[in-house]
């Protein structure tokens, strides 16, 4: 079981601040296409997802207890 957070914009379009689901041995695009697919239009092409507090890659693999954060594009100033 893994720990999912969204952030800002997300947390709208979700209607939650964090989720679990068992995603143990899934990849981080595994993990994308799940959320695509319950929740249309997360995956706009510029959404990040880190895991353990660093940004992962697709191909990255989920184990038991992980975090999973998913972050939108940001901007300062």
Same mark, same amino acid.
């Given at each position: 079981?893994? *720990? !999912?957070? %969204?952030?800002?914009? =997300? *947390? @709208? =379009? +979700?209607? +939650?601040?964090?989720?679990?689901? @068992?995603? +143990?041995?899934?990849?981080?695009?595994? #993990?994308?296409?799940?959320?695509? &697919?319950? %929740?249309?239009? !997360?995956?706009?092409?510029? $959404? *990040? $997802?880190? !895991?353990?507090?660093? %940004?992962? #890659?697709?191909?990255? $693999? #989920? /184990?038991?207890?992980? +975090?999973?954060?998913? !972050?939108?594009?940001? &901007? /300062?100033?």
């Amino acid at each position: 079981m893994i *720990r !999912i957070f %969204y952030f800002a914009g =997300l *947390r @709208e =379009l +979700t209607g +939650t601040a964090e989720e679990t689901a @068992e995603f +143990t041995g899934k990849t981080v695009a595994d #993990l994308m296409q799940w959320a695509e &697919s319950k %929740y249309p239009g !997360i995956d706009n092409g510029a $959404v *990040r $997802v880190a !895991i353990n507090e660093e %940004y992962a #890659l697709p191909d990255d $693999v #989920l /184990g038991e207890g992980d +975090t999973a954060a998913f !972050i939108p594009p940001v &901007s /300062g100033g």
